[in-house]
């Protein structure tokens, strides 16, 4: 299994940036999808972003214009980069990736707040 590793976290003020980044201890693409995942507090997890394999990108509506996913290859890595930020953005993060196999691995999460 390929262990997925999230950074980039933290405390921005509404209508910052943040970048997160997900790392995997393998080959990236072993995955059919990496997606990023959020969870606020008493709320459920929710899909915010997803790539497949094909390059196939899939966005929350919430989120659409404001956030990008992207991967680099040669570095095995996911990368979310949010703009526009806004109080209800304030959730942990995950990573999730799911192989061919439906296998699935998680990352630890990474808490982000949008706050003044």
């Known amino acids: 299994q390929v262990q997925l590793v999230e950074s980039g976290g933290g405390l921005v003020q509404p209508g910052g940036s943040l970048r997160l980044s997900c790392a995997a201890f393998?080959?990236?693409?072993?995955?059919?999808?990496v997606a990023w995942y959020r969870q606020a507090p008493g709320k459920q997890r929710e899909l915010v972003a997803s790539i497949f394999r094909d390059g196939r990108i899939r966005y929350l509506d919430s989120v659409q214009g404001r956030f990008t996913i992207s991967r680099d290859n040669a570095r095995n890595k996911v990368d979310l980069q949010m703009n526009s930020l806004k109080p209800e953005d304030t959730a942990v993060y995950y990573c999730?990736?799911?192989?061919?196999?439906?296998?699935?691995?998680w990352g630890q999460g990474t808490q982000v707040t949008v706050s003044s």
């Open positions: 393998g080959n990236i693409l072993w995955f059919e999808i």
């Open positions: 999730g990736g799911l192989t061919p196999e439906n296998e699935r691995s």
